[in-house]
């Protein structure tokens, strides 16, 4: 059964960092690209990053570039967001999500083709 677990959210203060991480189980994360989505109360969802299977592409949100990293190691099964310099407005439930792809491929889903969910990770920036 394909699994996706969210950890590494928390309390940060403005201008802090988080590392969020997305673990995969019961599937072969190569055949996967994997994305980061955002829900803040009162807030419809966002995407915020993507990387593909293989590692070699992301795409992130016009919010977040600069601040936010996407990494991958297949060998672990893991997915990593490396949040700095984080702002109030960063504050949301974070989901990962999967969509198969080929293989070790470069391509970069849109984030509205993701279909595997994980359950959301709570990421609060406040003094």
């Known amino acids: 059964q394909l699994q996706l677990v969210e950890s590494g959210g928390g309390l940060v203060q403005p201008g802090g960092s988080l590392r969020l991480s997305c673990a995969a189980s019961?599937?072969?994360?190569?055949?996967?690209?994997i994305g980061w989505f955002r829900q803040a109360p009162g807030k419809e969802r966002e995407g915020v990053s993507g990387?593909?299977?293989?590692?070699?592409?992301?795409k992130y949100a016009d919010s977040v570039k600069g601040r936010f990293t996407l990494s991958r190691d297949n060998a672990k099964n893991t997915v990593y967001l490396q949040m700095n310099s984080l702002k109030p407005e960063d504050a949301a439930v974070y989901y990962c999500?999967?969509?198969?792809?080929?293989?070790?491929?470069?391509?970069?889903?849109?984030?509205?083709?993701?279909?595997?969910w994980g359950q959301g990770t709570q990421v609060t920036v406040s003094s």
């Open positions: 999500a999967a969509d198969r792809t080929d293989y070790y491929s470069d391509y970069v889903p849109n984030f509205h083709e993701y279909d595997y």
């Open positions: 019961g599937f072969t994360l190569g055949y996967y690209a």
């Open positions: 990387i593909s299977s293989s590692g070699g592409r992301t």
